[in-house]
């Protein structure tokens, strides 16, 4: 359980960090970083979503690190 918890933790610190560093790009007006935050925006939405799966398997009683890497 408490390695549920962690990995809840470290997604949620590295989404806060990502979103950040995004609010930072948007200043920037430059064809390459309209790119990358494109590509920024679909992995925080990805960690956003992968982060609601593992409280919802967590809420469910499931062991979502098992289902990640197996055992």
């Known amino acids: 359980m408490n390695e549920q918890i962690y990995l809840?933790?470290?997604l949620i610190f590295i989404i806060i960090v990502l979103s950040?560093?995004?609010?930072?790009l948007y200043s920037i007006n430059h064809p390459r970083?309209?790119?990358?935050?494109f590509y920024f925006r679909m992995l925080l939405g990805f960690l956003i979503a992968m982060t609601i799966y593992i409280i919802?398997?967590?809420?469910r009683g499931h062991n979502a690190l098992?289902?990640?890497y197996g055992g």
């Open 8 to 10: 809840i933790l470290i």
């Open 20 to 24: 950040r560093f995004i609010v930072r």
């Open 33 to 37: 970083v309209r790119s990358a935050i």
């Open 56 to 59: 919802i398997e967590v809420i």
């Open 66 to 68: 098992e289902r990640f």
